[in-house]
């Protein structure tokens, strides 16, 4: 009996682990990535560029856990934006700076498998603009999910 509650146990356990790494988060779009963790973040900044985006930088997770002597698998975040864009909503609410530049993350699972996620138009303009004080805007909504699954699908492809 204590055998088959440790097969139980080790299942539910392996499940939620599944799940925590691929089950839908609302307003998050997560991709498998055909490419390692590095080349997808390579192949992605080369994509924002080319979209015209500025890189604003790269947050390492697994760099900064290897500091402390800690280990942990690839994930980094690729922060990015348009200045000329989100400028004049930075103007008109301070306070969503704390939500902006947008940004893109990479992580390795436990099963070696790379993804690629990031928030969604619709979340960004129905939650994360309301959250500030700002409308969102459906026609500017539609382009800049036209836009991010553009390069996403480009990026893991």
């Known amino acids: 009996m204590s055998k088959f509650i440790f097969v139980v146990a080790a299942l539910v356990l392996s499940l939620g682990v599944w799940a925590s790494e691929t089950a839908p988060i609302d307003g998050l779009i997560a991709q498998p990535s055909r490419h390692s963790a590095g080349e997808t973040v390579n192949r992605l900044e080369a994509a924002l560029k080319a979209s015209g985006m ?7 997770h697994s760099q900064a856990a290897e500091s402390v002597g800690l280990t942990l698998k690839p994930l980094m975040v690729v922060v990015f934006g348009n200045p000329k864009n989100g400028t004049p909503n930075l103007v008109r609410s301070p306070t969503l700076g ?11 699972d436990t099963q070696g498998q790379v993804w690629l ?10 939650i994360i603009r309301p959250r500030h004080g700002l409308k969102g805007n459906p026609a500017q909504m539609k382009s ?4 991010l699954e553009k390069i996403a699908h480009s990026v893991v492809q």
């Open 54 to 60: 500025t890189v604003f930088g790269r947050l390492d």
């Open 98 to 108: 704390i939500d902006l530049p947008q940004k893109f993350l990479v992580w390795e």
């Open 117 to 126: 996620a990031y928030n969604s138009a619709e979340y960004l303009h129905q």
């Open 144 to 147: 800049q999910a036209a836009l």
